[in-house]
């Protein structure tokens, strides 16, 4: 042996963050081995299917399912009159899973089938008879706050789920509405008069939102299956198993203790997932009543038809700015259509007021929803939460004052946007804040400033293509959002014999890449390549507690969640070597597998044998620990102020388009974007989060619409609801800004919902670049581009409108 | 009841009998009756291509054709591309190249992809993009996808 070879092997320091990590689940995926709830099936599954109401406004006066129930094979047909203890669901608990007396809209739940098949099922539906009698429809938001509207929930529900116990006194559970009203927000700083007497410039516009759905391409599923000793197991694709496990046990009157949820890979979430839906708790009754476990998919027509949408907004803006650029205040009144029923969607505005009381320094706001009761589908939450909505409004105006005080609209952005270390009028304090990166980025890289000048000069050239190009930002929370009593997510991470590691997470994994984030973010501490990760994530009897997927918290939270686990379990194995060595622990650290000398990275012991020596002796141990991480953010007062988030994340991004101006074809042909996203953690799954956000704004801005026309959806299906296809996408060019917030796991944000929040209020601003005409109202098809390209769209006005 | 039929026909690349409703679909066969679940259905009515299957060479949509037709045919479903090196190309490729997120569409996409490959189309970006349309993605933005089969077919990025 010569003396080279005697030397300690020096570990170099490597770094996994930035990387691109190839998602760890994605080989399974590709090989279609992955079993989502569509695959798995238990033995003696029967088959569930809902019967839905076939009008959209009507009092149920009979339902006969003697029929269904006499056909072969059909374990269990229940109605609302079998279930005499079911709940209001919901967020605002105003509808029952199967309907009691009244449907209000076309997806609504009469009666439930579990039999042996699916196609007995069906056959059992058609077997149902309902004698109905019609009531008048609202269809229209504006028709519902009228003083002679019929009202969508006139009368009170009781706890037990009918109205004649009422009468004898039961409790009641949902109270009715004496109007039309779902809920309302009302926000205010600074004072708007004052506001309104400094400005130079002041214009009011009303902005048009639209219907649209998610489209997750795995439809909604559920298998529910009660043990001997009545504990329920449910796979599910739930977002919040956490929170829904306490509120599928209210519904159930059941120990939540009794409910585990088994989350199976989703195929698709984007905040679909968020809350409970009727079709869940009915499966639940199926297999209560059947006594064997019921699996029930949706087709793709009920997916459209029952599953949320992002909600409809009507939306009256008033801004303005002095002559020197500086914005004086912002007052907004909107009209959400809420559906017939309450879900998130009713609460998108918690996110509408941040955008307008903090998006650009605003002086003075002034902030007002209804979300209000109609028959057409009810709204949900969608990945943006109502940002694209009001960023919409916002970023059109941006332009308008700008061009009304003769600035230039990148000059006007950059003088309102702020800084880190400001807090705005709502209490939002931006800690790290690269808004004005974003801008400069986008914008450099676009040539937006050169293209600006250039495609108004060439609007009245020869030929039917005009360029245009659009700006727009955003503001998201970006580090949880301070909702619930706790924003909190919980991690085990254990470690075994050979140095490999069980990430134990209660963080779920919607397709978004979590498991390879979690996973980088745990090794980089330990030292240890990916290929060391087994990460568990889908068990409530397993992993600890989590808030759920939603506001974009995933990477942030669960991220610190789970380097905290990391750090407990180095500072253990760093302990046990330093004894073990005879040196400091701050002499040592761990990397490429070994514990090694901190200053020159020469290898003092192979860490799996180290864990080895640890476990098998006389006082044996193992590596494992918990972490629970609990942002630094505040609950809102109830004026709706507060830091509610950690951290907050921009993004900037251009759009360009070709208006064709004799068919009203826009075509979008290039997005440069630019995000603070704090930290780039994997290059390849933020990437892809951007490229898959922006063409989903894409769709928004350009081809998606759910119509519905009287309350009727008239396009459930692919066909016709247009989803952006691979040779429509524009060329991207993302940047990522990287403010290093002091709070995020290895300086990240949030980053989920941001790139789909600025597409349709970007391509707005391109269209008139382009053309000189602006549009109202989304969605930008060739019907409406060519219309209004004609002057053949009146102005929208919707008169701000307060109840009493 | 309905009326059962008995075909015969290669499924990757075994030969297989089974007895099918008349009215049953490929998809619903492969998945039900032969418990191969990775051709999904996203639609069932030839919208969305997360179905799509090879027979006899040529990518089709599984939910819009009979079971009752694969009589005699050779079928191929993602299953079937387990042991083929240039699939294997094609798979590593998705992962590598982030082409994978909730995964759904993947193994459809991965079948008309693999279509294309075979039928020697892919040479640029563009015809990528065009064999592609009928196989709707919601995470990915497509990009990706894209990059990933022309890393495969040389198709200059």
Redesign the interface.
Known sequence: MNVAEKKARVIEPDTLIGK?I??M????????????I??INLSGQLHGKILRSDRIHALIKSIDTSAAKALPGVHAVITAADIPDQRPIGVAKDHFPLKVGRVRSERDEIAAVAAESE?IAEAALKLIKVEYEDLPVISNPEDAIKPDAILIHPEPHGADGSHEHLKQGMSIAHKGKPDNIAMRFDYVHGDVIQGEAESDVVIEDTFKLHYVT??????SGMIAEFDSSGNLLMYSNTQVPFLHKREFAEYLNMDPARIRIIQP??????GSKLDIYPFEVICLYLARAAKRPVKMLF??EEEFLASPTRQPVLLTLRSGCKKDGTLTFRQVHTLHDNGAYTSWGATTPFVMMQTFSSLYRVPHCDYHTAAVYTNNPYAGSFRGYGNLQATFAIEQHMDMLAEKIGMDPLEFRLKNAQDAGETTGQGMSFKSCGFKDCINTAAQRSDYARKVQENVANRNAAGNIKRGVGMASMLHVGGGAKIYPSDGCGTILKMDDFANITLITGASE????SETVLSQLVCEELGLPISAVTVVNNDTAITPWDVGVHASRTTFIAGNSAIGAAKKAKAKILAVAATKYECAESDLDLRGGFVIKAANGEAVVELSKLLRNLHFQDKAELVMTTFYYEPPSVHQDKGFKGDVSAAYAWGTQVVEVEVDTDTGIVKMTKVTGAHDVGRVLNR??I??QI??????GQGYALTEDLMIENGVMKNP???DYK?V???E?PE?DISFIESMDGEGPQGAKGVGEAPSICIAAATANAIFNATGVRIYELPFTPERVYRALRGQTPKLYWKPWKAN | M?LKHDIEFKLNGITRRVAVDVSMNALAML?DVIG??????????G??G?CTIQVDGVSLNSCLMFAVDCDGRNVT???G??NDSKADAL?SA?????A????????GM?MQADHLLRSGCGGDA?S???G???????????????DAIASVSGAPS
Do not use: W
């Open positions: 691109r190839p998602k689940d994605a080989p399974e995926k590709a090989s279609g081995k992955t079993r989502y569509h695959d196609e998610h489209c997750c391409m795995g439809v890979p989703i195929g698709g979430g984007f087709t793709r919607i397709g978004q890449g390849l799954g990437e892809g490229e898959g956000g922006v063409i989903m299906n692919f066909r989803l296809t691979a040779p996408i991207m | 309905s998945r191969l679940t990775g051709t999904k259905y996203g639609c069932g009515e919208e969305c997360a479903t993602i299953e591309l387990a798979r998705f992962v590598e190249h982030g994978v997120q909730c995964g759904f569409c993947t193994p991965i563009g990528i993009k065009r592609i349309e009928g196989n709707l993605c919601r995470c990915t933005g497509y990009k990706k996808i894209i």
